[in-house]
């Protein structure tokens, strides 16, 4: 039987400023130069939402434009970098400048912390922590964690991690249909665990499908519609990151970006009116960076990949 459910396609703007408040927690989707949402990003930077609070396990280019555009306050996350192409620079310069607050934990305790959301629970017990310096950095108690014996064991301790619910999540996917219903190939990183704990959730994708191929193929479905409020396609929106299946990162432009995000000052904000805030939009974002024929380049090198 039909699903009866409304559609959720909104354009990016219509999501953002329906669903991103000043002040929100936002749960970022992704890892490292992987499905990073990069459409949604630019659209919560040319509205110039602020106060921001922003988790996720590795923080990328995404969280990067956030802090280097003043808007963020606060980060949660296991690293912040772009692989080999280096760590997120903004994101160092602020925190080392004592502006940007920020709590370290690892990969594995930040995806325990949205599964504890997702759960419903109020935290999540592991011994991923134990015998690392992210400990020794906050006080047992203070927020972070908060260390226990295990009462069925030998005494043998546990980390308790608080639950992460997001306010908003924002990730991006290869493919997602009118309801919601989000197709996820390749890693999944912790879309799915923080997606459950958020309490909204803005998804782009490369291609907006019916609902009935979704049915057709159920398997198919990372996160259902019910965990989802808006649905936004934007091809590329993971550029200058990757897709898979869809197109390769553009090494070209994180080298760019990165090199703009080091030297800072005046040669960043040109790269932040260049590419974000004097873009109309992701498409218009899209022809700066080359267009029909560099987008295709990387759709090919991905498909050579395969």
Known sequence: M???VQSKVMTATEAVQRFVKPGA?????????????????????RQGIGGLTVMGCNLSISMDILVGTGLVKRTE???????????????????????????????????????AGEMGLPFMPTKS??????????PDGAGGYVL????????????????????VAIIHAQRADELGNVMIEGFAAHDVEMVRAAKTTIVS????????????????TAIPYLYVNAVVEQPFGGHPTSVYRAYDFDGDHLTHYQ????EGGQK???????????????????ERVGGVKRLHALRQAMLRMM
């Not at 922590?129 to 906050?138: A, F, M, P």
């Not at 994708?205 to 198919?220: D, I, Q």
Request: glycine share 10%.
């Open 25 to 45: 927690v936002i749960g970022m989707g992704g890892q490292n130069v992987g499905r990073i949402p990069m459409a949604l990003t630019h659209e919560i930077v």
């Open 205 to 220: 994708c490369e291609e907006l499908v019916s609902s009935e191929e979704t049915r057709r193929r159920p398997e198919l």
């Open 77 to 115: 996350s296991g690293t912040g970098n772009l692989e080999r192409f280096g760590t997120t620079f903004q994101w160092r310069r602020a925190i080392e400048a004592g502006k940007l607050q920020h709590r370290d934990y690892s990969h594995l305790a930040m995806v325990s912390r949205f599964l």
């Open 129 to 138: 922590l134990l015998g690392s310096d992210i400990l020794n950095k906050h």
């Open 259 to 262: 090199t703009c995000a080091r």
């Open 268 to 286: 960043y904000q040109e790269y932040l009116e260049r590419h974000v805030l004097g873009c109309s939009g992701f498409d218009d974002y899209l």
């Open 148 to 167: 226990m014996a295990n009462p069925w064991g030998e005494h043998e301790p546990v980390a308790l991690l608080p639950a992460a619910s997001p306010d």
């Open 2 to 4: 039909p699903v009866n």
